[in-house]
């Protein structure tokens, strides 16, 4: 019998509502001719659900999510909801209580797509950013106080343990001994000299572990002025939880797109279930066009099949997205004339016709 993953289908909001199911119907495509089953069950929540129900998700929310194979996620948020509840109300509840520490996020230059950076070629572009996504400056551990009053002030606190730091660590020296064998710490221990020193004195531990892997420290304003000019150095990034947020926007840029950019949000131990979406937002600016570009929702779909074992059908979403960027089939954002259905079209179509 073939196997069979049980995937909660979150849309979301704006574009998640075109992407996702572009997004589903190249897992089907894929399942099919790699011979397992995807069982999806799709469940509306987000700003669109909160307009309606007063929460972005029902309370028992996460018990039913709990039961699922993995998520596959668009994004959430509206331009008429308050823009401080998707992140607290949805994203960073089901990262932070299903454990799912590590943020993957690739960054890489497909084939047929020119970078920002008119000198680089895809040997050049090529890394993952690995960003702690259960602790640091994200937590939400804050108060405001006398807001309205000449005294008012306000206090974020982010928290750094050890035991938070070693398990991204070891997940980001692991995964370079299956890559370039080389680990990039991007923090600002200069400055934020407690909670970023703590981190990197967690981090040098770890790395003194795994002697074959090239462990370098780089501060974040220099991290950000080497993906532009040299992002040739880096091979795996590991990083805090903003400064990694605002890193893998600067590496969607510099593949070419923000709509390109897939990531993971993973329980390696799998223990509960990880959650796959793009890196952008809803993008309620060109929601309901046909024109979002599917390819960072897609290839979020080729990584979960990665973290739920199918490797082959992963490796051959990847290949039907090189394929359809190298013909020239891109969305707008990339300058071209195709639609979200229609790339998904051609990912679909080379996969059924490819290997
Ligand atoms: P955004 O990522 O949605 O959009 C930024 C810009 O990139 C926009 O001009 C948009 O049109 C463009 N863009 C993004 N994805 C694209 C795609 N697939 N194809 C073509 N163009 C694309 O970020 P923004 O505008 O800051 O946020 C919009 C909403 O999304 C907000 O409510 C925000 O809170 C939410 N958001 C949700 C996230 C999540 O659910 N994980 C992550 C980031 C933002
Ligand atoms: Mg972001």
Aim: charge should be negative.
């Amino acid at each position: 019998m073939s196997k069979k993953y049980k995937i909660a289908v979150v849309n979301g909001d704006g574009i998640g509502n075109e992407i996702v199911p572009a997004g589903i119907s190249v897992l089907e495509t894929v399942a099919k001719k790699y011979d397992f089953e995807i069982e999806t069950q799709e469940f509306s929540w987000g700003a669109g659900y909160y307009l309606q129900h007063g929460e972005f998700m029902p309370e028992n929310g996460l018990e039913t999510l709990q039961s699922f194979d993995a998520i596959y996620f668009g994004a959430v948020g509206l331009p008429e909801v308050d823009d401080t509840l998707p992140a607290k109300d949805y994203t960073f509840k089901v990262r932070t209580e299903f454990q799912q520490y590590v943020n993957y996020r690739p960054v890489k230059l497909f084939s047929g797509i020119q970078s920002p950076l008119r000198d680089k070629t895809k040997k050049d572009i090529d890394f993952v950013i690995i960003r702690e996504n259960n602790e640091g400056e994200f937590v939400q551990n804050g108060k405001i106080m006398h807001p309205d009053t000449p005294n008012g002030l306000a206090i974020d606190t982010s928290i750094v343990t050890r035991k938070g730091v070693e398990r991204i660590a070891h997940f980001a020296f692991k995964l370079a001994r299956k890559r370039d064998k080389k680990v990039t710490n991007v923090t600002k221990s200069n400055t934020l000299i407690y909670s970023l020193g703590f981190w990197d004195q967690v981090m040098g531990e770890v790395a003194a572990q795994y002697p074959d892997v090239e462990y370098n420290k780089m501060y974040v304003d220099n991290a950000s002025a080497s993906f532009v000019l040299k992002p040739e150095v880096f091979d795996v990034i590991v990083t805090t939880n903003m400064i990694g947020d605002i890193l893998s926007d600067l590496g969607g840029a510099i593949m070419g797109s923000l709509g390109l950019g897939g990531s993971g949000n993973i329980n390696p131990e799998k223990e509960f279930p990880s959650m796959f979406e793009p890196i952008h937002g809803s993008a309620p600016d060109i929601a309901g066009q046909n024109t979002a570009n599917p390819i960072g929702q897609i290839w979020s779909a080729a990584i979960m099949l990665e973290h739920l074992g199918e490797t082959k059908a992963a490796q051959n979403i990847v290949a039907g997205i090189e394929h359809t960027t190298a013909k020239g089939n891109l969305t707008k954002d990339l300058r071209g004339t195709a639609t979200t259905k229609d790339v998904a079209t051609s990912v679909i179509s080379f996969i059924e016709s490819e290997g």
